[in-house]
């Protein structure tokens, strides 16, 4: 009952925040810019995606749900930033803690179990050519959208059940901007080593599992690329790879370091500095990175652009 009591009446207070106005002016719009650059970009793609038949494939199918996703990733928590940074009280409640932390975590599993998807495309693509019309049927690509997502919310589910059934008697401040999972199981009481093995393993089925399927794509295609005799063919093969594992290495970099450690190892400052990579650098650089190194998107966005800046010349006149 006393546990009972010390959950339900638990409000977090977000420690991360400066305290001086100037600081928290110049962190609000740092965000804010950084944020508005995340949703544009994003939006951009999808609807160069959305609006070019020629874009209408299996690999931009899965690229213009990344995006979505990256979107509904960072709306999740950056809004929630902004208004706390406004307010006085840097506090967050126990409900909407867990719920940020669910929908957080569990958008951030589909994420790296859509670049696991994306990573069997180009196998497919690039290992079985002839089969991949066959392969990569629309149903099949929707199904596996879909189980990224279902995957990802059931870990997340899991996750937030193994951190927030334990008791929060023995703190209330968050060494956080926003409710991650290595900071608020600091401030759990009674800890079992049950109940870290659990944390860690949903961190591997999250985070290694994708991780390794996107390795096991690679080394197929690796071993098909070397058996291609002509430098150029090599090239243009891995050249539909390379803004996918940029994504990979600065998705996975940063995870692997947040999630998958014992939790004995927790730097706050060191988090609060990597949570800001991963919560806004990294949404905010995939756009950039599909858009430069990949001349279809770049056509179809100018040709958005385009379209939009000749309707409202044609409205003004």
């Given at each position: ?43 951009l ?5 959305w ?20 979107l ?41 179990f859509?670049?696991a ?10 290992c ?7 392969v990569?049927?629309?149903?099949l ?56 093995v ?19 794509s ?11 005799h ?20 600065l998705?996975?970099?940063c ?19 990597l ?30 652009i ?12």
């Open positions: 009952m006393h546990q009972e009591n010390c959950t339900a009446l638990l409000a977090f207070i977000l420690l991360a925040f400066p305290t001086q106005p100037e600081l928290e002016v110049l962190l609000f719009l740092g965000i804010s810019l950084v944020y508005a650059i995340i949703t544009t970009g994003n939006v793609i999808m609807l160069a995606i609006g070019d038949r020629h874009l209408h494939t299996p690999m931009y199918f899965f690229l213009g749900t990344l995006s979505l996703v990256e509904c990733y960072t709306a999740v928590v950056v809004p929630q930033m902004l208004i706390t940074c406004l307010q006085e009280r840097k506090f967050i409640t126990f409900m909407r803690c867990s719920t940020q932390m669910f929908f957080f975590i569990g958008l951030g599993s589909a994420d790296c859509l670049l998807v994306m990573a069997y495309d180009r196998y497919v693509a690039i079985q050519p002839l089969l991949y019309t066959l990569m049927t629309q149903k690509c929707i199904q596996l959208v879909a189980a990224s997502l279902l995957i990802g919310f059931l870990i997340s589910l899991m996750l937030v059940g193994l951190v927030f059934h334990l008791p929060f008697c023995g703190g209330h401040g968050i060494e956080h901007f926003f409710c991650d999972v290595p900071p608020v199981l600091q401030l759990t009481t009674n800890k079992t080593r049950l109940d870290e659990g944390v860690f393993l949903s961190g591997i089925l999250a985070i290694a599992v994708p991780f390794i399927l996107i390795c096991t690679y080394l197929f295609i690796t071993v098909t690329v070397l058996q291609i002509s430098a150029d063919g090599r090239q243009k093969t891995l050249s539909t790879c390379t803004s996918h594992l940029s994504v990979v290495a998705q996975y970099g995870c692997s370091f947040m999630y998958l450690r014992p939790s004995s190892s927790f730097s706050p400052k060191q988090d609060q500095i949570s800001m990579v991963y919560t806004l650098g990294t949404p905010l650089l995939n756009p950039i990175i599909y858009t430069l190194r990949n001349r279809e998107v770049k056509a179809a966005l100018r040709k958005v385009g379209n939009h800046i000749f309707r409202r010349k044609s409205v003004c006149h």
